[in-house]
């Protein structure tokens, strides 16, 4: 994570936060004379949320395990050659 001053942020707002969403890196600002912020796009905090959101739901990541099992034994579905057909077609 990139780290400015206050100061810096504040002097070149629009430059910083356009390098934020453009780049996907959070920025974290300083403050002497208080707590630190953190400066992130809309579009990463939202990623991050739903990241969480799987991260802490049990049942959602046991299927991802089980999903990722049979993927890795080659015994999990696999579509008939018109339903591959049907996709090209949509």
């Given at each position: 994570?990139r ?49 969480l ?36 077609r949509?």
């Amino acid at each position: 994570m990139r780290e400015i001053s206050v100061h810096e942020f504040r002097s070149h707002l629009r430059q910083v936060v356009e390098g934020v969403v453009e780049d996907h890196v959070p920025l974290r600002v300083k403050r002497r004379g208080g707590q630190d912020f953190v400066v992130v796009s809309a579009e990463d905090w939202e990623r991050e949320q739903e990241t969480l959101y799987v991260l802490q739901n049990r049942s959602l990541m046991e299927q991802i395990e089980r999903s990722l099992k049979t993927h890795g034994e080659g015994t999990g579905y696999r579509p008939s050659q018109d339903e591959l057909d049907a996709l090209d077609r949509v």
